[in-house]
């Protein structure tokens, strides 16, 4: 049955991507044969918990989630994987596993929507998921997520640290080996994330070093093409520790650090709630970049990928939208690689639940559509390649809105509007104090008065065209000076951020 499916797959295989394998230039990850910039714009799919077998094949098909991954405009799914999948179950069937933890109601849904998967194994399902991406032109980031198939992460629950109840190391390097080998010949899986949130009580700098070291190494001979991607401490929050005492590895152009992010990261959900938002996620941003933005500038810069963030998708919870609103400006104008969190609608079983909804999850309960449209156009601008090391157009900039994903974008009536961000104006701009001017144009914004919409205007020098930044990252505070200058466009109050992209 295994051997039809992949060779189904196989035949079809679409060059949809860029030529491959992935390296790395200073912060850059870039296509190795032509140096040309690729941005991984990923999701998270999770294939880690109790069933080892990627959630929602009791909902859709494996192809038809593929394709809405390439739909919503990815093109990178971080699969998530446990190491006893490959050390201990790997000649387990998905129909034996779902058995054997009595999920009988994913079982039937997998029957209706993915026969072919019961009778191969784990491992084999995971090969035919990477199929499928591999056949919507979908690159795949296969991330070490625990090792005991559980959901993650606490700081007690077995999988935090090398040494906790699970984590054996010995196990953890043959897992990474076992899986880098695995896709040799698969040359869209691009890398490997070689743990999920490190954490608790044993974390240690030197021991993470060494097997930091190690685990590279191991990824790098079991296959050299990959991309090697390695967490901070702190549930992949900080590299502080690197600052003295950089990694030491016989081979370059490979290594990519990874970072998450989400409101109650570092237990910051009260500070969102309580203080300003401005001095917030200003001190959350140099937060960032003092534990992990260094290591993507200066001399030995390597990329930095948020390889999670994400939000409860349902829109009231006050605390994250006031991180999404900072922490997607962060994003656009460092124009870093990113995974959101997370793709699945539903989980075949989390905590002994069946069948849970996730509220962070792309797609709705049925796996069927986007579960909410306005998120999904929140990431529409940072789902582009923003900036381009290898650009030899002048710099321009772009006005972002984080609260609603939008941007400005003149029409041939020369009217400013708010858009949907995958078409947006170019503005040259030259910092605080100077007019906005609309790239090739005479035009420039213009101020006409408190509250009132803001317009184009030839007269480029009067004082309505100036515009003043309003504190260190340009995002209006309540009442400082960009908000003289706001313009009003159908749902509000809209203040600019103004960012100087290549
Ligand atoms: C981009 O620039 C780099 C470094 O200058 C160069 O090595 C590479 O060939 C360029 N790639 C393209 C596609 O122009
Ligand atoms: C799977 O089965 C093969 C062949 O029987 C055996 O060599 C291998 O050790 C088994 N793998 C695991 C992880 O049990
Ligand atoms: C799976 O294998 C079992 C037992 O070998 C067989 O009865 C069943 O028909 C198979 N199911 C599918 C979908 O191939
Ligand atoms: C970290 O591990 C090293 C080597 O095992 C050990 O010498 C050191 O004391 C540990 N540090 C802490 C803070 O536990
Ligand atoms: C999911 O599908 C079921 C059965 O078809 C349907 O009753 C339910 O309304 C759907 N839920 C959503 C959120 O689409
Ligand atoms: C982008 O906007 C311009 C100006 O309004 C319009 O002419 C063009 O068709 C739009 N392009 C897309 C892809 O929507
Ligand atoms: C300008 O707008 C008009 C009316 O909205 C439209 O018919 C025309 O095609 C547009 N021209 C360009 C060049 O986009
Ligand atoms: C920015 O400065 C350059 C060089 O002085 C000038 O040519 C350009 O017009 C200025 N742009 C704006 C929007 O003022």
Not at 55 to 79: D, H, S, T, W, Y
Not at 294 to 303: K, R, T, Y
Request: proline share 4%; with cysteine.
């Amino acid at each position: 049955m295994y051997k039809i499916l992949v060779q189904l797959l196989i035949l079809s295989l679409p060059i949809l991507c860029c030529s491959l394998p992935l390296s790395t230039r200073s912060r850059w990850i870039i296509d190795e044969a032509t140096g040309a910039r690729v941005k991984l714009i990923c999701i998270n799919w999770a294939a880690h918990l109790e069933p080892m077998l990627a959630e929602g094949l009791n909902k859709q098909p494996a192809g038809r989630i593929a394709r809405l991954v390439a739909e919503m405009g990815f093109n990178c799914v971080r699969l998530t994987w446990a190491t006893y999948m490959f050390t201990r179950f790997a000649n387990l069937t998905v129909a034996q596993s779902l058995t054997r933890l009595g999920l009988v109601d994913a079982m039937e849904g997998i029957a209706v929507n993915n026969p072919g998967f019961l009778n191969v194994t784990v491992v084999d399902a995971q090969r035919a998921v990477v199929e499928a991406l591999v056949r919507q032109g979908v690159m795949v980031v296969l991330d070490n997520h625990v090792s005991q198939p559980m959901w993650c992460c606490g700081e007690h629950d077995g999988n935090g640290f090398f040494g906790d109840k699970y984590f054996d190391a010995k196990e953890w390097l043959q897992g990474l080996s076992i899986v880098a080998k695995l896709y040799k010949d698969t040359s869209m899986v691009v890398g490997i994330s070689m743990r999920n949130e490190l954490r608790g009580p044993l974390q240690n700098a030197s021991v993470w070093h060494g097997y930091m070291e190690s685990g590279a190494m191991r990824i790098q001979k079991a296959n050299p093409r990959l991309l090697v991607i390695i967490p901070g401490l702190h549930y992949d929050l900080s590299f502080t520790y690197l600052k003295e005492n950089p990694l030491q590895l016989n081979f370059k152009n490979k290594l990519v650090y990874e970072i998450h992010r989400y409101a109650f990261t570092a237990g910051q959900t009260k500070m969102w709630l309580n203080n300003i938002f401005a001095e917030t996620c200003n001190s959350v941003r140099q937060g960032i970049q003092r534990q992990a933005g260094f290591l993507s500038e200066g001399q030995n810069a390597a990329p930095l990928f948020v390889s999670e963030f994400g939000v409860k998708q349902v829109g009231v919870v006050r605390a994250e939208n006031l991180f999404l609103r900072c922490f997607l400006g962060y994003l656009a104008e460092m124009d870093l690689d990113w995974g959101v969190w997370a793709l699945q609608g539903s989980y075949y079983v989390k905590h002994g639940v069946h069948g849970p909804d996730e509220t962070y999850g792309m797609l709705d309960f049925n796996w069927s559509s986007v579960r909410n449209p306005e998120f999904l156009q929140r990431l529409h601008l940072i789902q582009q390649q923003i900036r381009d090391p290898n650009s030899t157009c002048p710099t321009y900039h772009i006005q972002y809105h984080p609260s609603t994903g939008r941007c400005t974008r003149v029409d041939n009536n020369s009217e400013l509007h708010a858009t949907d961000c995958r078409n947006f104006s170019r503005w040259n701009h030259n910092g605080s104090g100077t007019p906005i001017r609309l790239e090739g144009t005479e035009l420039c914004l213009s101020a006409t008065g408190d509250g009132i919409p803001a317009t184009l205007s030839r007269d480029c020098s009067s004082r309505r065209s100036k515009w003043e930044s309003a504190s260190d990252f340009r995002v209006s505070g309540g009442k400082q000076r960009w908000e003289r200058g706001v313009f009003m466009l159908g749902v509000g109050l809209y203040s600019l951020i103004v960012k100087s992209f290549n």
